[in-house]
């Protein structure tokens, strides 16, 4: 059942974005008077659909009509995507019937270059148009909740600590930006490219001067910077064996058995060794020092909750989420660029993160949750935009480049060499789908 759900959620999220994207075309397309003959989600490889409204006879009999509508709409079996085919455009398709004929008024190639232009930009301005609203709702409804690193000490993994990061040390600055959500710090020091993180370390402000060697394993580990979680007692828990053990709120638990430990994090191995056992906690309450005895369960447990860091939050109401929604696009993009400079970098080991539909299934919740679907629809939707901005042909961002090429020389790209940059540019993409899939099979195996 989770299989299904994390399949329909893809497949949910796919339609939507790809509906979006390819509308901005055929709305664009509309409004100069450029036919559209083809609007399609999901290919129709092969001439194989699942339906179509000129091809399915059960459609065709409801309605005869769509016969002689301009456009095609239909559903194809291959979800790698979409396609709105603009009539005399050189596209993926690989129509070049076209070009044996004088341009018809309607044909894209008989619109000038910012009309054109207009067209190829309407999915990626459709994306991000998309996103700001959906972030808006997100925070309209939702808030906004996060740890912030302002006062968060770390509790650092290995590498981290391999670099120079100590248990305690709070972060204050990333050459010069200062990070405001602690769950945002490992991403900030790999999109970055960090060389210097200053630290305060008790009363001293510490450099930590980072080994960029070493940052293909920071874009593989899995967590960083762990939240250093003091060991102060909150309450005792009510089937605890330690209901009558003499915690107070506020305690702060110094050592047990003279082993000391200042975080949660120390206090489990340490009291994994004293399972099942009764042991001397030292306790420090206001100016005091207490021995307590304590009751370790045999999972190494004493059943107590510990004070948390204080969580930020922020309500937005319609008209102050707007500007909050515009500003968390911004700051999406921004970031995800960043990740793409990353895997244009061998050096980095950041291209073997690239995933395809397996990965991306991968990050939706086992079961439904509104946020959580909304708010990785957005990042999707932003993701999508980017990747279709990147000038390759084959991709908007392609043809964007060539027609600003003309509009900036007033030389037309000819025909023959936009087959060629197709050709070229379908194997671009051809490969890097091979190399999402070949990730995503590794990681399965291993």
Known sequence: MTVLLKILQVLLALSILILIHEAGHFCFAK????RVEKFYLFFDLGGSYLFSTKRSRWFVRLCP????????????????????????MIDESMDT???????????????????RLLVMAGGVLNNFIFAVIIYIAITAIWGESYISNRDAEIYPSGLAEQMG?????????????VPEDFSMLQADLARRKARRVDVLRGADTVALYMDHALLP?????????DLAIPF????????????????????????????PVHYLQDARGVLSGFAGRTVDATVVRGADTLQLPVAVDSAGRIGVYMELPRVESKSYSLASAIPEGIKLTGRTIGGYLRDLRLLAQPSTGAYKSVGSFIAIGQVFPARWNWYQFMFLLALFSIMLGVMNLLPIPGLDGGHIVFTLYEIFTGRKPSDRFMIAAQWIGMFLLLALM????????????H
Request: glycine share 14%.
């Open 97 to 115: 019937a076209h070009l044996g004929q004088s341009p018809k008024p309607w044909e894209f190639r008989s619109h000038n270059p910012w009309q």
């Open 165 to 177: 990061f100590r248990p305690g040390d709070r972060v204050l600055s990333m050459d010069g930006y």
């Open 217 to 225: 394993d920071v874009l593989k580990s899995g967590l960083m910077f």
């Open 434 to 445: 091979m190399l999402a899939f070949g990730n995503d099979i590794g990681r399965l195996i």
């Open 31 to 34: 409004m100069f008077r450029i």
């Open 65 to 88: 009509g769509a016969l002689k509508w301009e456009t095609e709409y239909g559903i194809g079996w291959l979800p790698l995507g979409g396609y709105c085919k603009i009539a005399g």
């Open 232 to 259: 102060v007692i909150d309450s005792v828990a009510a089937d605890s064996p330690n209901g009558a053990s003499g915690f107070l709120h506020g305690d702060r638990v110094a050592a047990f058995e003279g082993k």
